[in-house]
């Protein structure tokens, strides 16, 4: 779907009501579908807790303990908890990047070899001590959430454990289950984002770098738990709008893991701002993403652009328009968030 140049699709939900908004020459509305970046990153944290509290398993839970067959191979911390990684505050040691994954290529165990390269690599610091912004912490998240999808009623846990506060970790051998179809029947299914997923769509919105149209390229599937997936304003707004509508659900997502000297507060996936909103913002070369909720009163706003230069103006948008509602200006805080 080409445009001549960039534009910007603008969701607004308040108590469920919406309004979109398009700002550009694009052609295109809120059922187009872009790459969001690293807005997949809280769509893999709601469901990996989720998944958890199904099986009555605690976020605290060290990962090593859902990661059976990662344990030869662990020089991380072994006292590192799923919370941990969600909350980007495991202290791994940030030598895994982007090209190291996509040299593993496109194959059903390439999601576990990155965790693996994860863990090979230690810690810089201790867990819980510093917050650092790092995908590795999310292809390990991404395993286990395969993992838990895979041991089903199979999985070892706590028998007197209340969910989401349990004790027990899954005991199984190599998930047979994928990433993608536990994110599948994990969220996507049963929250019915049916325009939202990883294979590219027949008719993607193109993204732009100033003048030139991109062409579409794979996304390393290793990646895919931190910024691999395609979707629509539509589904996004959906999925913060029944993220909002569970009391339980969104006071784990939200609650911060950070510590006051951290350079934000940061809960599972989102930064939180100084009225309890949540947000940040996802790159992509020739797509620019943004989401901002504001629990208390009933909002969110999505912004999917496909241009590279448009995350400013789409932060100043999201700010602006709950700003009425907080008093709070977020455009720097939502621009510059270190997706």
């Excluded at 990661?67 to 505050?89: C, N, S, Y």
């Excluded at 496109?106 to 576990?112: A, D, Y």
């Excluded at 019915?192 to 993607?204: E, I, M, N, Q, S």
Aim: some cysteine.
């Amino acid at each position: 779907m080409k445009t001549a140049g960039g534009g910007v699709i603008i969701g607004v939900s308040r108590d469920g009501r919406r309004t979109i908004e398009k700002l550009g020459p694009l052609q295109a509305d809120e059922s187009s579908v872009f790459r969001i970046a690293s807005l997949t990153k809280p769509l893999t944290a709601v469901a990996t807790v989720r998944a958890l509290a199904e099986r009555g398993i605690a976020l605290t839970t060290p990962a090593i303990e859902l990661l059976p067959d990662l344990a030869a191979d662990w020089r991380a911390d072994r006292t590192i908890t799923v919370e941990q990684l969600l909350g980007q505050v495991a202290g791994l040691r940030e030598s895994v990047d982007g090209a190291t994954v996509a040299a593993l290529g496109q194959g059903p165990e390439v999601l576990q070899e990155a965790a693996r390269l994860v863990v090979r690599a230690g810690n810089e610091r201790v867990p819980g001590e510093a917050w650092s912004y790092y995908n590795g912490n999310y292809f390990l998240a991404g395993c286990i959430l395969a993992t838990l999808a895979a041991a089903g009623t199979n999985t070892d846990t706590d028998a007197d454990a209340a969910p989401g506060t349990g004790t027990g970790a899954a005991t199984g051998s190599r998930a047979s289950t994928s990433y993608e179809q536990a994110l599948d029947a994990t969220l996507l299914s049963p929250w019915h984002l049916t325009r939202t997923g990883f294979d590219t769509p027949p008719a993607p919105v193109t993204g732009w770098d100033e003048q030139t149209p991109l062409p579409v390229e794979t996304y390393p599937r290793g990646r895919r738990p931190s910024g691999g997936l395609w979707s629509c304003v539509a589904d996004y707004l959906s999925f913060a709008e029944q993220l909002m509508a569970d009391p339980a659900l969104l006071a784990e997502i939200r609650r911060a893991r950070t510590r006051p000297e951290d350079p934000m507060r940061y809960g599972l996936a989102w930064a939180l701002g100084p009225s309890g909103q949540m947000y940040l913002n996802g790159r992509l070369d020739g797509y620019r993403t943004a989401v901002l909720l504001a629990p208390e009163h009933g909002y969110a706003s999505v912004a999917f652009g496909n241009q590279t230069g448009l995350l400013p103006r789409i932060a100043k948008r999201l700010s602006e328009s709950q700003q009425e509602l907080t008093g709070d200006d977020l455009a720097v805080e939502i621009d510059a968030f270190a997706a």
